[in-house]
């Protein structure tokens, strides 16, 4: 693997999920892979899973891990070509991201869409300029419109639950994005990505419920079933991932903000004992219920321990690829 920017970047998504689980049962079984290797990761935006889990698989393959809060510590980045740089910001990644290149191996990066203009945010800018101008393995702990660490997770959790059901060893399970509201306008980075991997992986009867106003790009979402109606969408559901976005088509936008939407372990009665999904940090009672959080449903903690487990496989991958220093 040269880069992880989507799921595009995988060969096999079976196999990768496999390695996660692997690193799973043996955590320590490369320790020396990442010797003399280092990764740096900077971050835009805030995090908290993706950051310390990131770092924890590095040093757990041996890799040294530095982390850059460039949005709150470093110059303000200009990342448009032939910009005049008289205003705000003060170095272009065009020389930032050479410089990076002399002092890491990977370059691991988090940045928010400004949910202003749709194109800019789509055309994922940012992420490609450091690929362009870094010319080193570049990894993305949430771009503009993905989180592939995230949805690579989710499969792993997946994966994993499938294999100790054993109602599901003959049978397909459904699996069910509903949208939750929220307060503020959130990416769709989450649910895009989702989507792109869950119909990329082909395992799956897969359905996405939101209200009306809410559809995704159909790059991502294409081969799933799309509804309005919850209650259909949860029927039988065997997992249900629960997921705000903001709104695609007039863009960045709160439509319906229903607080019905919010998912209740009521709901989960027409459900197969659904396992609950989310990626964090949730608002409590306004996503989902504490009921649902605290309850047998909820496998959101595990999912997040999982997060350790697939950016290992990755990382590992991506140095297997770059070779011995
Ligand atoms: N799920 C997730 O990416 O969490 P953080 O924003 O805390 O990294």
């Known amino acids: 693997m040269r880069q992880f920017i989507s799921v595009d970047d995988v060969v096999d998504i079976e196999a990768l999920v ?44 041996g ?38 290149a002399r002092y890491f191996d990977i370059l691991a990066i988090r940045t928010f869409p400004k949910l202003q203009n ?24 949430e771009s503009a419109t993905l989180h592939p660490l995230q949805s690579l997770t989710d499969l792993v ?9 054993t109602g599901l060893s003959n049978r ?4 069910v994005l509903t949208w939750a509201p929220h307060i503020k306008p959130l990416p769709q980075c989450v649910a895009n990505s989702f989507a792109q991997w869950v119909n990329r992986w082909g395992g799956a009867d897969f359905v996405i419920t939101h209200p009306e106003d809410y559809e995704l790009d159909e790059r991502f979402t294409r081969g799933a079933t799309v509804t309005h ?23 960045g936008k709160i439509y319906c903000n229903d607080p019905d939407w919010m998912l209740t372990h009521e709901k ?18 306004v996503e989902l219920s504490d009921e649902v959080l605290d309850g047998p449903h909820s496998i959101v903690t595990r999912q997040a321990s ?7 496989a990755v990382l590992a991958q991506i140095l297997e690829n770059i070779g011995r220093p």
């Open 18 to 61: 496999d390695r996660a689980l692997d690193f799973k049962k043996n955590p320590w079984q490369l320790p020396e892979l990442g010797r003399r290797r280092r990764i740096g990761c900077l971050f835009l935006n805030p995090s908290m899973r993706t950051r310390l889990s990131t770092q924890v698989a590095a040093q757990q393959l």
């Open 172 to 175: 397909k399970p459904r699996i």
């Open 229 to 251: 109606d919850q209650q259909e969408a949860l029927r039988d559901a065997d997992f249900v991932y629960v997921k705000n976005w903001s709104t695609y088509r007039d863009y």
């Open 268 to 285: 989960l009665a027409q459900t197969r004992s659904a396992k609950v999904m989310h990626c964090l940090p949730v608002r409590r009672n």
């Open 306 to 312: 999982n997060r350790v487990w697939a950016a290992q």
């Open 157 to 165: 959790t997946i994966r994993e639950s499938v294999a100790s059901d």
């Open 118 to 141: 749709r194109d800019d945010d789509y055309s994922e800018l940012l992420i490609r300029q450091f690929i362009r101008f870094s010319g080193i393995p570049v990894v993305s702990l």
């Open 63 to 100: 890799m040294e891990c530095l982390v850059f809060n460039v949005g709150t510590e470093g110059w303000a980045l200009e990342i448009e070509d032939e910009a005049i740089m008289s205003g705000n910001t003060v170095e272009h990644v065009r020389d930032a991201a050479p410089v990076m």
